[in-house]
Nanobody
Framework: QVQLVESGGGLVQAGDSLRLSCIAS????????MGWFRQAPGKERENVAA????????HYADSVKGRFTISRDNAKNAVYLQMNSLKPEDTAVYYC??????????????????????WGQGTQVTVSS
């Protein structure tokens, strides 16, 4: 059974940085696209960043472009989200997710909730003004 465990969330002030980590177990996800999503109170879960299996292709939501960086370490079965210049509107529960099938040949990434099969439990990020 695949498990994704996020860590690194917390309470910070505007302008601070955080690095979220997601460690996978139960399956080698090195050939799977992965992503980070977030859900703020009263809002739908949205994709903030996505990465293909090898880390060569990335995608960011416009709201985080230039501030967030997604990366992965396939040797550790892990994906990370470096968040800089945090804003109060970044406050949300952040989720790590993995595409259900390996995609080593298509090499793409995914940005929709329904394209991901495996999800972590989420980690809270709160940014105060």
């Amino acid at each position: 059974q695949v498990q994704l465990v996020e860590s690194g969330g917390g309470l910070v002030q505007a302008g601070d940085s955080l690095r979220l980590s997601c460690i996978a177990s139960g399956r080698d996800l090195s050939s799977h696209a992965m992503g980070w999503f977030r859900q703020a109170p009263g809002k739908e879960r949205e994709n903030v960043a996505a990465v293909n299996f090898g880390g060569s292709k990335t995608h960011y939501a416009d709201s985080v472009k230039g501030r967030f960086t997604i990366s992965r370490d396939n040797a550790k079965n892990a994906v990370y989200l470096q968040m800089n210049s945090l804003k109060p509107e970044d406050t949300a529960v952040y989720y790590c997710a993995a595409h259900g099938r390996p995609t080593p040949y298509s090499g793409g990434y995914y940005t929709e909730n329904h394209e991901y099969e495996y999800w972590g439990q989420g980690t809270q990020v709160t940014v105060s003004s």
